[in-house]
């Protein structure tokens, strides 16, 4: 029987985030490229690939929301799921599970630690050695972890980089931009505005800092700005009575926008920019990038690797940091045009899933070349 892979995450079909995205668009990957993998998950999803649903208690229950805070339900939720998981595990088809979800791939690690199977972590949520040493293999997102964590004397010879990967068939720039633009954000956008896109959950809590880029937009005349992201009615509610005042009709919100969607929003965007200080890797940066709009983000080493020459990375903690370059892009059209070149070539060179999948599957085939009969 050809082993194969698992790929589990205890919120997919449920939330839409990054370590969701990261299992649906790995497996789908894996699939169409060869490598026999099932995908694990809670919930419907459309997917091309072998897919299978198990039970959990979804941490945004209704119920469990109004009883326990979110690190309990979302604890509760992945305890549930790794029940389940080490039963689909026991016909002995797969002999790797690659994890995101962190409690979940120390349950798992215990649950099939006398078996032929191996877990491999992968560390999207910038836990570092104090979590990972649990693990015989782990995937890091980006040089800097395994190189910071190598300068601190850990041992960091089962880590791998691998980082994220985008479609750049889907998101990719458009012809119609202008058209594009219109259509999304109606007539009241001249074709000369300065289109900005911020995308991240509306939450107040949330640590996107999607207020930073409100007050820092709004500061530049004439600039438009278009945000997206995962929000309650509530959420909605209270970021339009932060924002409105600040922006007026230069305010375009677009809360819960389907994934399928995106690629038609970003090229509506003449620069994307983030202000979360410490992101782990961030999705939406290859996205805007694939897209061929220039990003505009925190200093953050990280950020700044992913980032390259495709933007500008500058120190959102200080007021009018962002600001300046949104002046400075809106008043060169030509630099955002070339910038808007190297981002799409840094997506294609750097970050497509060309590049990105035969190092996933490197790694399987290295664990199993490793394996003791």
Not at 82 to 102: E, I, M, N, Q, S
Not at 164 to 176: G, I, S, Y
Not at 245 to 269: I, T
């Amino acid at each position: 029987m050809t082993p194969r892979v698992a790929i589990a995450c205890s919120g997919l079909g449920h939330v839409r985030r990054g370590n969701e995205t990261w299992a649906h668009m790995l497996a789908e990957a894996l699939h169409a490229a060869g490598e026999p993998v099932t995908l694990f998950g809670a919930g419907a999803l459309p997917v091309s690939c072998p897919y299978r649903r198990l039970l959990t208690l979804p941490r945004e229950n209704f119920l469990l929301r109004r009883r326990l805070i979110w690190l309990r339900r979302y604890r509760l939720e992945q305890f549930i799921f790794a029940k389940a998981l080490r039963w689909a595990l026991r016909d002995g088809t797969h002999d790797v599970v690659h994890v995101a979800d962190p409690q979940l791939a120390w349950w798992v690690r215990d649950a099939v630690r006398a078996r032929p199977i191996t877990v491999i972590y992968k560390d999207g949520l910038m836990l570092g050695p104090d979590w990972n040493w649990r693990f015989d293999r782990v995937q890091v997102l980006a040089p800097f972890y395994r190189e910071d964590a190598a300068l601190r004397g850990v041992d960091v010879s089962r880590w791998e980089v691998i980082p994220h990967f985008v479609d750049t068939t889907r998101f990719a720039p458009v012809t119609t931009r202008q058209a594009q633009r219109r259509q999304l954000l109606g007539g009241s956008v001249s074709d000369s505005a300065l289109v900005v896109l911020a995308v991240g959950d509306l939450a107040g809590q949330s640590e996107k800092r999607l207020d930073w880029v409100v007050r820092e937009t709004a500061a530049v005349p004439g600039a438009h700005l278009v945000v997206a992201g995962q929000a309650t009615t509530t959420d909605v509610a209270a970021f339009e009575h932060m924002a409105r005042p600040l922006l007026g009709d230069r305010l375009h919100l677009r809360p819960n926008v389907p994934p399928s969607e995106m690629p038609a929003l970003y090229p509506v965007a003449d620069v994307f920019a983030h202000a979360a200080l410490r992101e782990p890797f961030g999705l939406v940066f290859l996205e805007a990038m694939a897209c061929g709009v220039p990003v505009v983000a925190h200093e953050f080493a990280v950020t700044r690797w992913i980032v390259g020459d495709a933007g500008e990375t500058v120190n959102m903690e200080t007021p009018g940091a962002l600001t300046g370059v949104l002046q400075r892009w809106l008043t060169r059209p030509a630099l955002r045009d070339e910038l808007a070149r190297r981002a799409r070539q840094r997506a294609e060179t750097v970050f497509a899933p060309a590049g990105i999948v035969p190092l996933y599957r490197r790694l399987y085939a290295d664990i199993r070349a490793a394996r003791k009969p």
